[in-house]
């Protein structure tokens, strides 16, 4: 018998996480697409990420045929994604134009997100940002595949707090923080030291 779940958050009731869940307004708009692999697993940031964010949206699939429609004149859109052309977040208003961004995020492995930029050239065309190099990731079960991989919702947060001000957008971290601390209560503090605690 399967556990009764939260609709919203979708986890099992009796650790549902939607009292944690802001609801944070901000002037950059948040289109996350993620890959259907992860949609179902159980470690979902993309999906706290976009509850917690009122001018945000989340889509999945492999292929996305509304992506041209998704890209409002209203938004400056650009990629979240690393790259040789990639400028480094925050991204100033350009002479003339003070359009707030569109920070288009895929959500999967580095793999599978490729993939979604291989099938969508509409996505792969976009300008791309990104992150400062060195930051680390809170993320205490998943071996990170190297420095500056971060939980997607860790970079959406890292993200807007670059470009609309520090700090701003911690409060989504809070559904975050108690969903790795409920996995790690779960695996017992033996397993997680010796599978999971850095040295």
């Not at 919203?8 to 944690?20: F, I, S």
């Not at 292929?63 to 409002?72: A, K, P």
């Not at 790795?180 to 599978?195: K, L």
């Amino acid at each position: 018998m399967s556990r009764l779940r939260c609709e919203r958050c979708t986890r099992p009731l009796d650790h549902c996480l939607c009292a944690l869940i802001p609801n944070l307004p901000s002037h950059s708009r948040v289109l996350i697409l993620q890959h259907p692999d992860e949609q179902k697993h159980a470690l979902n940031t993309a999906r706290l990420a976009a509850l917690g964010l009122a001018n945000a949206e989340l889509a999945v699939g492999e292929v996305f045929t509304e992506l041209e429609q998704w890209l409002s004149p209203e938004y400056r859109a650009c990629l979240l994604f690393p790259g040789d052309d990639a400028q480094v977040l925050p991204i100033p208003a350009t002479p003339g134009d003070g359009r707030p961004l569109l920070l288009v995020v895929p959500d999967g492995t580095w793999r599978k997100a490729r993939k979604l930029l291989h099938l969508n050239p509409v996505l792969a065309a976009l300008p791309r940002v990104c992150l400062p190099a060195g930051m680390s990731s809170r993320y205490r079960l998943r071996k990170a595949p190297g420095e500056g991989a971060l939980a997607t919702i860790e970079a959406i947060v890292a993200a807007l707090n670059l470009q609309e001000g520090a700090g701003r957008f911690d409060a989504l971290l809070r559904p975050f923080e108690a969903l790795i601390d409920g996995q790690i209560r779960a695996m017992g503090a033996e397993t997680f030291q010796r599978n999971h605690q850095r040295d």
